[in-house]
């Protein structure tokens, strides 16, 4: 029932819907929704079509996209980067007045023609057959620098005698060979050089007199290695290194350049080549006040970049570099704390490797390979002498490839060949819990330092330093930052790797006073 003040209302109403019903375009507009209708998927390709959609995976746009903060601009060491280096130590090696009367009066055409333009002429070839060998060159300077006179010539005794073995000659004739070379060398460095060499070669003695009674048979091949390490041993006691700061490491002095010589071949009773003419050389191209071989591994055994590229620059490693990244920078500064340094030098370096006793026989790593690989893990400098202290250190992403090359020459075992050597030699199941801060990988390393047991065989990718790589790297490098963990966490406390990592940066802090020294 209406009352009177509602009737003009309902009248309004009666007339609106009058009028919209005799002229519809009076009536609101209405819209169409479209209808959405669901792509149809195939039934072959399942999930597969969200990963085509995806991205692809680019270095450049990585985590590893700040390790462009270095000379080359770029993730690897270009070849742009490389010919600047040359270029610079090229500029300082043709500054030294010897090195210009060497080529003047060694080289026949300079000799011939006389004159500034045939000298420059002649610099010029030269400079072109080195710049070509640049990479050679500068490889075998950083390992024959790092690996010792002693290995180098034990290496090079038993390389000759294979290679004599295959030829159809005498190994211990061409092993006898490369000892005579380690002690006349050591002789002529003893006596500085006085003397002409320490005794003539065989095949001078069997020219000069044809009266002079047969030489005795060489020696067994292995007191050719004894006599070679003997040698250099009475050179390093009779002339200790002095201490060095962590910056003066990249340096070859004479016993690294007399056993590179014998290692490659250069110097020895076949080439007639003596060891007091390639003294003289080493002298030649160095001031009597550096002291060293500014040159700079071997570029046929290894190329950093040959690594980066094909094991460490990958979408997996990226994921497993990011969940330990906390770890490592705690890690990296740690080490480098007590000296308040910017960069980690091969002191700080070493003094991690041993502390995380990865020296130990189970893990299967030397010293050498240590030091090389920190090596192999650094980016060019172009000026090696301006930037001396980041030339011969490890930045934070140098300190990452350098852990990484670490975790694929130990290569760890696989996570089920662990668990079920702990099940059956320490009682540790799967699900048995483990101490605060304990990880599993790191209870079965533990167990081989103490004698648990000879542990697992170790796997072909791990029987050398350059062997060929069977697992991925972010397989081995997830464990052994497992490993890193559990040992970092008994030294520094901590019921996870996070904690771990906090009480280390609070530890660096301390020790450094937050101050970092470039």
Known sequence: ML?????????????????????????PPMFTKEAVQRAP?????????????RPTWDVHTSIFRERKKCDARDVVDTEAVL???????????VSKMLFMKLVAREDQGVRGKGGRLALEQELAEVRQELLAAFPL????????SISPAADTYVAACEAAAAAAIADGRSPEAAAADIADAAVTATTVILSAGAVRSASPFRRELARSDSSIPPLPPPPPVSESVAAARAAVGTLAAAKPPAPSAGYAFFEMDESHWLAFCSAVGIAGTAPGVRVHELRSLFWTVNREEEKNLTLESVANMVDPNVFRRERLYTADMERAIVHN?????????????????????ICHWMSFVESNNLL??????????ARLMFAWSQTVVVDELKLRRRAVSLQLWDFVEAVARVADRISLPVTEEMDKWMLYNLNIGRNTPLPPGHTRVWTYCTAQTRGKGPGLPRRASSSDLLA???????????????YLAGHMADHWGG??????????LRTASMLSGGVELA
């Not at 009352?3 to 009248?11: E, I, M, R, V, Y």
């Not at 195939?42 to 085509?52: D, Y």
């Not at 130990?360 to 390979?369: D, N, R």
Request: proline share 4%; charged share 25%.
């Open 3 to 27: 009352t009177s003040a509602g009737k003009p209302k309902n009248q309004y109403d009666k007339a609106v819907a009058m009028l919209q019903s005799n002229r519809p375009y009076f009536l």
């Open 41 to 53: 998927v195939s039934s072959t390709t399942g999930g597969k079509l969200a990963e085509a959609t």
């Open 83 to 93: 010919a600047k280096q040359f270029d610079l130590d090229w500029s300082r090696v």
């Open 137 to 144: 060159i500068r490889s075998a300077f950083i390992y024959f």
């Open 325 to 345: 990244l906390e770890l490592l920078t705690a890690a990296f500064k740690l080490f480098k704390a007590r000296d308040k340094a910017k960069y980690m030098d």
């Open 360 to 369: 130990a026989p189970h893990m299967g790593l030397t010293v050498t390979e």
């Open 468 to 482: 060929a790589a069977t697992r991925p790297l972010a397989v081995k490098f997830r464990a052994f930052m497992d």
């Open 495 to 504: 019921s996870n790797s996070h904690e771990t990592a906090q009480n280390m």
